[in-house]
């Protein structure tokens, strides 16, 4: 085997590297527990009775819902209020700072009694994490959007109202705020005109018809809304294209894959003669007089041809099956009669292609995104169903971060001044999706950004919950200071075949996506969640240089530009190694692997030197009522140095990420900067400054559920590359290092690999 097509090394853990978690964390108060505080939580306690006091009167099992705010330092699930509320059991939250109850007259009553009278040290310190309790009022319910909706406006909101439900966390509850809900929605004569849309456990809301935004104001009155929202219209997103006169041959070399790709999108055109054998299913949802192909179209030729005709270098190149999905409606005039798909109509579309195809088609591309639904601290509701149908049916879809299409598009470095502008939309914000924005390919001297840069009309992150969104970049383009293409797009085809260059986030998602699926056809037993590390850890390494400039740029970047090589992806070479740990870490242990063998090679002068990179990805169990504690499990990697002090302990250096004096207080700074909660984390430092020689390295994992939540266990992917610029032989002292110690290594070979030994 060729020492540039060296196998990567799947790690398997030796039974002593599991570790029994121990010890726990410490009491706090965040002030004192005088007289004016238990009579100002006592007042506060007495307001909710009485904001609720109707509904309690009507019936006393019908809960309510009151919200508790938490001082900034006593955000950390150690600091819950949880002892406090232990009669007013917490059922949610929104932001960080926001706890959700529920409540009812005797619970609310019962914890006044404790108030005055704290039980332990635990509700102490609980009352003094509290700045406010109130209700939910009617006017916060209405989203923003809708609030802003002027009556002469009515008609953009097709007169259907969607109406959230709290979820109580218990089925009685459910059922009994359900029935309260509909009872009163009948007294107020919206009888025939409500419907209930659900899909799984935690996705259910109605659909209501109104006649005026009045009915807005009643629906937001009722008890146990949550919110009153309205359903987002999609169409094709907006394309520009400009014809090129490049000439190219389409019939280069290239390997048929077994690989089907879902394409959800306006229909891909069978007068293209380059895409249309390859189309094995499709299902038109559109009637044809509303029917865009162009988009489409585009996108699939990304797939297929996207590296020839961008003259971009690949070692491997495949020609994959496509299944189209026609549900999204024209958007654009020029081209024909206009229609738009509501939220719902494309949530069911969706589940039902799901049914049909999902065993023989893995893989999915959505290029869309809402112009007036921005990503802030909640889920977008598409969001969360594409969370779901990715659990549900075991499928990796792709989704686009969403174009800025109106000025002022984004300099590089940003201009100051553009605020929100530019945030990501939705569904950008789906956690288990891979979200994909642009840089150029192209430049020029009257360009906008130069090559590598973000694309000026590419959306930023970060998303909901601080998620890092974009997950990754690629090219999708680039505009002249005139805002114009002039020839600074990517290259695709169009519906008869010619080439045709574009703009948007739309095209950059199929080129990442391309390179996902071939990561997934190579792989001897393929699998979702590696391949889609696999991705994001290529990104990382690729981009060293263009995300350690700024700490920023991870907003405009995610993780980076994956590499356009598969090969380059899933192989290693003898200076630069990466391994695989892919296991199971329970709630009640730790993994802690001693004495990794960090190779002599890269010792120089006591001082360890080279280039590590580190990615995590797992599969958080996910809860929507939660918000911004959307995800339920935390899993962390520390790799590091470690030396022997007096009395036998272990003083460790965490080394990537670089260990920082964190405390507790600062559990919002980790969260928005340190991928707290994050299902995917990416590290890489070059050990420049050299790192004092030590007695070993250390690699350690650990399971954090949130406050109240229990998991077994959880699965997660682990890759580590370390790299030696000097092109040493690290590839074998640390294969050998691992097996000396007692690791068993398997190789993770590829097709390619396999090929090339025959």
Request: with cysteine; glycine share 6%.
């Amino acid at each position: 085997m060729s020492e540039n097509n060296l196998p990567i090394k799947l790690v398997l853990p030796k039974a002593t590297d599991i570790v029994p978690n121990t010890g726990g964390g410490k009491l706090k108060f965040f002030g004192e527990v005088t007289p004016e505080l238990k009579k100002e939580i006592t007042d506060k306690f007495e307001t909710l009775l009485s904001f609720y006091s109707d509904v309690f009167n009507e019936n006393e099992a019908i809960p309510a819902v009151g919200k508790i705010t938490v001082k900034p330092e006593a955000i950390a699930k150690s600091h819950k209020p949880s002892d406090l509320c232990r009669n007013c059991p917490i059922i949610g939250s929104e932001d960080l700072d926001e706890i959700y109850i529920k409540v009812n007259r005797k619970n609310i009553q019962e914890t006044i009694e404790m108030v005055k009278n704290p039980p332990s040290q635990k509700f102490q310190a609980n009352m003094t994490a509290i700045i406010d309790i109130q209700p939910i009022k009617p006017e916060e319910k209405i989203s923003p959007t809708l609030q802003s909706i002027a009556q002469e406006d009515f008609n953009s909101i097709k007169k259907f109202i969607k109406l959230k439900i709290f979820d109580f966390d218990d089925d009685f509850d459910n059922a009994q705020i359900w029935d309260y809900v509909i009872r009163k929605l009948c007294s107020l004569h919206f009888k025939d005109k409500y419907e209930i849309i659900s899909y799984g456990d935690q996705i259910k809301f109605l659909k209501i018809e109104i006649t005026s935004y009045n009915d807005i104001i009643k629906l937001a009155s009722i008890n146990g809304v949550k919110t009153v929202g309205f359903f987002q219209e999609y169409s094709l997103p907006q394309s520009d294209f400009s014809a090129t006169e490049l000439q190219t041959l389409l019939n280069s070399e290239y390997r048929d894959s077994d690989v089907t790709i879902g394409i959800i999108d306006g229909g891909i055109s069978d007068d293209n003669p380059f895409l249309q054998p390859y189309i094995v299913a499709r299902e038109e949802y559109i009637n044809k007089v509303y029917q865009n192909p162009q988009h489409a179209t585009f996108i699939a030729s990304t797939i297929q041809y996207g590296n020839i005709l961008n003259d971009i270098s690949a070692s491997t190149a495949y020609r994959f099956k496509f299944v189209d999905i026609v549900a999204i409606p024209n958007s654009d005039k020029n081209f024909g009669l206009t229609d738009s798909i509501t939220e719902d109509t494309l949530m069911e579309i969706i589940e039902e292609v799901m049914e049909k195809y999902s065993f023989t088609t893995k893989i999915w591309n959505l290029s869309l995104g809402i112009e007036n639904k921005p990503c802030d601290g909640s889920m977008s509701d598409l969001g969360v169903f594409l969370d779901y149908i990715q659990d549900k049916y075991h499928v990796q879809i792709f989704v686009s971060s969403g174009n800025v299409n109106s000025l002022p598009l984004r300099n590089w470095p940003p201009q100051k001044g553009i605020g929100e502008h530019d945030r990501l939309i939705s569904p950008a914000d789906s956690v288990r999706a891979i979200t994909v924005g642009s840089v150029a390919l192209f430049d020029s001297v009257n360009s906008i950004v130069k090559f590598n840069e973000p694309s000026p009309f590419s959306r930023r992150g970060p998303g909901a919950n601080y998620i890092v969104k974009p997950d990754i970049v690629d090219y999708g383009g680039n505009y002249s200071t005139s805002y114009k293409i002039d020839g600074l797009g990517v290259k695709g085809l169009d519906s008869s075949g010619r080439i045709i260059e574009g703009n948007g986030t739309s095209y950059s998602t199929p080129r990442s996506l391309q390179k996902y699926a071939s990561i997934y056809e190579e792989m001897i037993e393929p699998d979702l969640l590696l391949a889609k590390a696999m991705l994001i850890h290529s990104a990382r390494m690729n981009s060293r240089e263009l995300l350690d400039e700024h700490p920023d740029n991870i907003k405009y970047y995610g993780f980076g530009i994956p590499s356009a090589d598969t090969q380059d992806i899933l192989q290693c070479s003898k200076d630069c190694v990466t391994l695989i740990f892919k296991q199971k870490i329970s709630q009640k242990s730790h993994l802690e692997m001693y004495d990794f063998p960090y190779p002599k090679s890269l010792i120089k002068n006591n001082k360890y030197i080279g280039e590590i990179g580190m990615t995590l990805a797992y599969l958080p169990p996910l809860d929507p009522k939660y918000g911004r504690e959307y995800c339920r499990t935390n899993i962390d990697v520390s790799f590091g140095t470690y030396s022997y002090i007096a009395g036998g302990k272990i003083d460790y250096k965490g080394q990537v990420p670089l260990e920082s004096k964190w405390d507790e207080k600062f559990e919002a700074a980790r969260v928005k900067h340190g991928f707290k909660w994050s299902p995917i984390k990416s590290y890489y430092r070059k050990l420049s400054r050299e790192i004092s020689l030590e007695d070993g390295w250390k690699l350690r994992v650990d399971l954090t559920p949130r406050n109240g939540f229990y998991v077994q266990s959880q699965e997660f992917v682990l890759i580590i590359t370390i790299k030696d610029s000097n092109g040493n032989d690290i590839y074998s002292e640390i294969t050998n290092g691992l097996r000396e110690r007692g690791y068993i290594t398997n190789n993770i070979e590829t097709k390619y690999q396999i090929r090339q030994r025959q």
